[in-house]
């Protein structure tokens, strides 16, 4: 499986984005996918996880349930992470994985 994250920039707090998560290869319904975020100096930290069938959602805390939403959208091999109310400590660089598989990581930076 290959994944490619995209979606992420530059935004003030208070903004929104969503990241995409696009896979190829291997069958990507049959696998659950999660989104992760390395801050700079801080270690890997888990985000999001949707199941492949998309009836299972978790977040890392309620503070994060509250402000994104993790759909998917297999047809399109595809993840999503609608990211609302940003703030500068979701600054960091956001991962997807799937499978064992991890992609590049796209940078979000959150100005105060």
């Known amino acids: 499986v290959q994944l490619q994250a995209s979606g992420g920039g530059l935004v003030q707090a208070g903004d929104s984005l969503r990241l995409s998560c696009a896979a190829s290869?291997?069958?990507?319904?049959?696998?659950?996918v999660g989104w992760f975020r390395r801050a700079a100096g801080k270690d890997l930290e888990f985000v999001a996880f949707i199941s492949a069938s998309e009836d299972i959602t978790d977040y890392v805390d309620s503070a994060v349930k509250g402000r994104f939403t993790i759909t998917r959208d297999n047809a399109k091999n595809t993840v999503y992470l609608q990211m609302n109310s940003l703030q500068p400590e979701d600054t960091a660089v956001y991962y997807c994985?799937?499978?064992?598989?991890w992609g590049q990581g796209t940078q979000v930076t959150v100005s105060s």
């Open positions: 290869g291997r069958t990507f319904s049959n696998y659950p």
């Open positions: 994985n799937t499978a064992g598989h």
